[in-house]
């Protein structure tokens, strides 16, 4: 398994952009599906975007398509997330997670996560 630790949250103004980034401190991602959940205070946690092993395949959430894009090197064992036009509905604390097989958009079948990032967008 993988040890994930993420990077790169604050606090931010509507509008604004954010890179943030998960490494992983301990193995490699090459063999993994990596995906990034978001928790908001009060809620349940949410689905936000996955990428393939081979970066062939992503897929985000339906609020997040068109403003937010996931990436990875795993030359650098790195997922990235960049996130646009950020908004208040996108405070969250923002999860990477690790799957071991075809990528998925359930929380329940990631083996690996990280911390998690804190994301504020103020208005």
């Known amino acids: 398994q993988v040890q994930l630790v993420e990077s790169g949250g604050g606090l931010v103004q509507a509008g604004a952009s954010l890179n943030i980034s998960c490494t992983a401190s301990?193995?490699?991602?090459?063999?993994?599906?990596m995906a990034w959940f978001r928790q908001a205070p009060g809620k349940e946690r949410e689905f936000v975007a996955v990428?393939?092993?081979?970066?062939?395949?992503?897929f985000y959430g339906d609020s997040m398509s068109g403003r937010f894009t996931i990436s990875r090197d795993n030359a650098k064992n790195a997922v990235y997330l960049q996130m646009n036009s950020l908004q208040p509905g996108d405070t969250a604390v923002y999860y990477c997670?690790?799957?071991?097989?075809?990528?998925?958009?359930?929380?329940?079948?990631?083996?690996?996560w990280g911390q998690g990032t804190q994301v504020t967008v103020s208005s």
């Open positions: 301990a193995g490699t991602i090459t063999n993994y599906a």
């Open positions: 997670a690790a799957r071991g097989l075809i990528a998925s958009l359930r929380e329940s079948e990631y083996e690996c």
């Open positions: 990428i393939s092993q081979n970066i062939d395949t992503t």
